[in-house]
């Protein structure tokens, strides 16, 4: 088709031209581009339209040489949405609606967002989107990896697509210490939050559909997937593993190498990312969070029949 055509000439193209506002690169053959030529303070509506439809297409984007305030983050973001706030990260000091992701030099420990994931799957309305500025970077290392669930979904054989189609998945999150071993893959403590540990957690099917797009994609998430429904954790597992281990192969991903002035904004419905622990120097980020809705399957899941 024509749009096939041009959707392939435009990935092999290193740079071309969009509305003569801007300039785009992919960041791989499957997904991801670089922008540059715009200054996003000053994009109109007539720009943030644009620039809003070649992010449905690529998925994630990162907007070169931008030289914003916290202020001028948040109100980036929130041409996308209303701001989603972390109930297990502190907010910016002076921007609530944001933020402050902070790596200082020797600090030990996995860095924050160091395992794939999807950003806070555990809500029942998970987020819409993710921005993402660069302030301050290390001289080497410290760049995200993207990896595209729609692709990871198509690659999947037939059957196993037939198997996992109307399947439904809890994704949890607990306080630090709880959490801490769900991501360690330890599913012995009792996570009945008896302890008085915050535990959130919701319910969304394994194959979800885009919204805006209505592509399916692969809704895995290494960091919060617990259970499917009307199994056991024993059970679950297997097919979780491998799931999630197949969304994350090189071939489905793309790589953000960070620059001063970087702004990234990625579709959290259907991709999931990773931050890179490879640097030992400060690194400092601002983030804001997009609401989104609930996630809706591909079709509708089937009752569960138990014996008795």
């Given at each position: 088709?024509?749009?096939?055509?041009?959707?392939?000439?435009?990935?092999?193209?290193?740079?071309?031209?969009?509305?003569?506002?801007?300039?785009?690169?992919?960041?791989?053959?499957?997904?991801?581009?670089?922008?540059?030529?715009?200054?996003?303070?000053?994009?109109?509506?007539?720009?943030?339209?644009?620039?809003?439809?070649?992010?449905l297409d690529w998925k994630v984007l990162v907007?070169?040489?931008?030289?914003?305030?916290?202020?001028?983050?948040?109100?980036?973001?929130?041409?996308?949405?209303?701001?989603?706030?972390?109930?297990?990260?502190?907010?910016?000091?002076?921007?609530?609606?944001?933020?402050?992701?902070?790596?200082?030099?020797?600090?030990?420990?996995?860095?924050?967002?160091?395992?794939?994931?999807?950003?806070?799957?555990?809500?029942?309305?998970?987020?819409?989107?993710?921005?993402?500025?660069?302030?301050?970077?290390?001289?080497?290392?410290?760049?995200?990896?993207?990896?595209?669930?729609?692709?990871?979904?198509?690659?999947?054989?037939?059957?196993?697509?037939?198997?996992?189609?109307?399947?439904?998945?809890?994704?949890?999150?607990?306080?630090?210490?709880?959490?801490?071993?769900?991501?360690?893959?330890?599913?012995?403590?009792?996570?009945?939050?008896?302890?008085?540990?915050?535990?959130?957690?919701?319910?969304?099917?394994?194959?979800?559909?885009?919204?805006?797009?209505?592509?399916?994609?692969?809704?895995?998430?290494?960091?919060?997937?617990?259970?499917?429904?009307?199994?056991?954790?024993?059970?679950?597992?297997?097919?979780?593993?491998?799931?999630?281990?197949?969304?994350?192969?090189?071939?489905?991903?793309?790589?953000?190498?960070?620059?001063?002035?970087?702004?990234?904004?990625?579709?959290?419905?259907?991709?999931?990312?990773?931050?890179?622990?490879?640097?030992?120097?400060?690194?400092?980020?601002?983030?804001?969070?997009?609401?989104?809705?609930?996630?809706?399957?591909?079709?509708?899941?089937?009752?569960?029949?138990?014996?008795?």
């Amino acid at each position: 088709s024509r749009v096939s055509m041009n959707r392939e000439k435009r990935r092999r193209e290193p740079y071309l031209e969009v509305k003569v506002m801007f300039r785009i690169a992919p960041l791989s053959a499957r997904f991801g581009a670089e922008v540059k030529g715009i200054d996003v303070r000053s994009m109109d509506d007539a720009g943030f339209a644009a620039l809003r439809r070649l992010w449905l297409d690529w998925k994630v984007l990162v907007i070169r040489d931008q030289n914003l305030t916290a202020s001028e983050v948040s109100a980036f973001g929130a041409r996308f949405g209303p701001n989603l706030i972390d109930r297990f990260v502190a907010p910016h000091p002076r921007h609530p609606e944001l933020m402050e992701i902070v790596r200082h030099a020797g600090a030990p420990g996995r860095n924050f967002g160091g395992l794939w994931h999807t950003d806070v799957s555990y809500l029942e309305a998970p987020a819409q989107a993710t921005i993402l500025y660069a302030v301050q970077l290390p001289s080497v290392g410290g760049d995200t990896l993207f990896a595209d669930l729609e692709a990871a979904y198509a690659a999947l054989s037939p059957r196993m697509q037939s198997i996992i189609a109307d399947l439904r998945v809890t994704h949890m999150a607990l306080g630090p210490l709880q959490r801490k071993r769900l991501e360690d893959k330890d599913y012995t403590p009792d996570l009945s939050g008896s302890t008085g540990t915050q535990v959130l957690q919701a319910l969304h099917p394994l194959v979800r559909q885009h919204p805006e797009t209505g592509r399916p994609c692969l809704f895995v998430n290494g960091s919060y997937l617990y259970v499917i429904e009307g199994l056991t954790v024993e059970e679950s597992q297997p097919l979780l593993s491998f799931l999630c281990a197949h969304a994350k192969r090189p071939a489905f991903t793309c790589r953000i190498q960070w620059q001063p002035g970087s702004l990234a904004v990625w579709d959290n419905r259907c991709t999931q990312h990773c931050a890179l622990s490879d640097y030992d120097e400060r690194r400092e980020m601002l983030r804001y969070t997009v609401q989104g809705g609930i996630p809706a399957a591909t079709r509708p899941a089937a009752p569960l029949r138990v014996s008795g």
